[in-house]
T-cell receptor
Framework: GAVVSQHPSWVICKSGTSVKIECRSL??????MFWYRQFPKQSLMLMAT?????????EQGVEKDKFLINHASLTLSTLTVTSAHPEDSSFYIC??????????????FGPGTRLTVL | AQSVTQLGSHVSVSEGALVLLRCNYS??????LFWYVQYPNQGLQLLLK??????LVKGINGFEAEFKKSETSFHLTKPSAHMSDAAEYFC????????FGAGTRLTVKP
């Protein structure tokens, strides 16, 4: 149980194009999903917190107009990198927080999406 | 605010030797602490977690960690390293969101 998928697993695009990455919780519902970015040989940095039915909350320094997040259902959040540039090339990882009455806050992580912008 | 600090960006041990990866946390509320492992070009795999209760937590692949509130630490150990343990290890603290340490790359020498 508690499986999170991401699609695509890798994508190569041309500079200036937009790329959409999907994050799905396969066997549970999640009101909250998180998007992280990981540059080579670095740690995961939280980009934004996505809440179902409301606007995402972005971390300081993350451009909300460049990284569009939509959390339209309890099992799906999408991250769209608009007008991608080579510096956006990175490993993008999502996680989902199950709806849970009380208890601890364990997130379940997707396998990641490798974005390469040429 | 919460944060974790991993001491040592790179740890190298011989196969069969003790593995010790250090993590100290800062949290204004009782922390939930996690250790993850990441192999190249892959996502995160949960090794173990501390939420409440027993302070010595056992995880997968022979790893364990001890929550020490007085030292604000959550160090990861394994009695005997295996070649397959070579990977990147991340300590994380969570309450409303999760914050990761910088990571420690473990190298295992034959």
């Amino acid at each position: 149980g508690a499986v999170v998928s991401q699609h695509p697993s890798w994508v190569i695009c041309k500079s200036g194009t937009s790329v959409k990455i999907e994050c799905r919780s396969l066997d549970f519902q999640a009101t909250t999903m998180f998007w992280y970015r990981q540059f080579p040989k670095q740690s995961l940095m939280l980009m934004a917190t996505s809440n179902e039915g409301s606007k995402a909350t972005y971390e300081q320094g993350v451009e909300k107009d460049k990284f569009l997040i939509n959390h339209a259902s309890l099992t799906l959040s999408t991250l769209t990198v608009t007008s991608a540039h080579p510096e956006d090339s990175s490993f993008y990882i999502c996680s989902a927080l199950p709806i849970r009455a009380g208890g601890y806050h364990e997130q379940f992580f997707g396998p990641g999406t490798r974005l390469t912008v040429l | 605010a919460q944060s974790v600090t991993q001491l040592g960006s790179h740890v190298s041990v011989s196969e069969g030797a003790l593995v010790l990866l250090r993590c100290n946390y800062s949290s204004s509320v009782p922390p939930y602490l996690f250790w993850y492992v990441q192999y190249p070009n892959q996502g995160l795999q949960l090794l173990l977690k501390y939420t409440t209760g027993a302070t010595l937590v056992k995880g997968i692949n022979g790893f364990e960690a001890e929550f020490k509130k007085s030292e604000t630490s959550f160090h990861l150990t394994k009695p005997s390293a295996h070649m397959s343990d070579a990977a990147e290890y991340f300590c994380a603290v969570s309450y409303n969101d999760m914050r990761f340490g910088a990571g420690t790359r473990l190298t295992v020498k034959p």
